[in-house]
């Protein structure tokens, strides 16, 4: 996870405080930021959430921190151009954001 020391040392956090903050033990988010174990997508949702980040920028794959409005055709073009294994996850996280929206407007009693 490319960015996440950065970030942490950034805000003079210590891992033991961005631990406890995020629920994970030190040697899981140490493993994290070292790159020797990766989050499960709710954790990395956390971890993006927590430092007000994207999930790219986390993952070092942009240097946008957060980008402002993602324009739906950019992002139709850049799911179109993808390979099918990729098009799975995306279709599992999406599903995956379905289930959390609607479990929490169960929690909120919206729905």
Not at 58 to 66: A, D, F, S
């Amino acid at each position: 996870m490319n960015n996440m020391k950065k970030l942490r040392e950034k805000l003079q956090l210590t891992q033991v405080q961005v631990a406890k903050d995020l629920n994970l033990s030190k040697q899981t988010y140490n493993y994290y930021e070292n790159g020797k174990r990766n989050p499960d997508m709710e954790t990395l949702i956390k971890i993006a959430d927590y430092y007000h980040v994207s999930i790219d920028y986390l993952l070092g794959r942009t240097n946008v921190i957060k980008p402002e409005n993602i324009e739906d055709d950019d992002l139709l073009v850049r799911i179109n151009s993808t390979n099918p294994e990729n098009k799975a996850k995306i279709e599992q996280f999406l599903n995956f954001l379905t289930f959390e929206e609607e479990q929490n407007a169960k929690k909120n009693g919206t729905k």
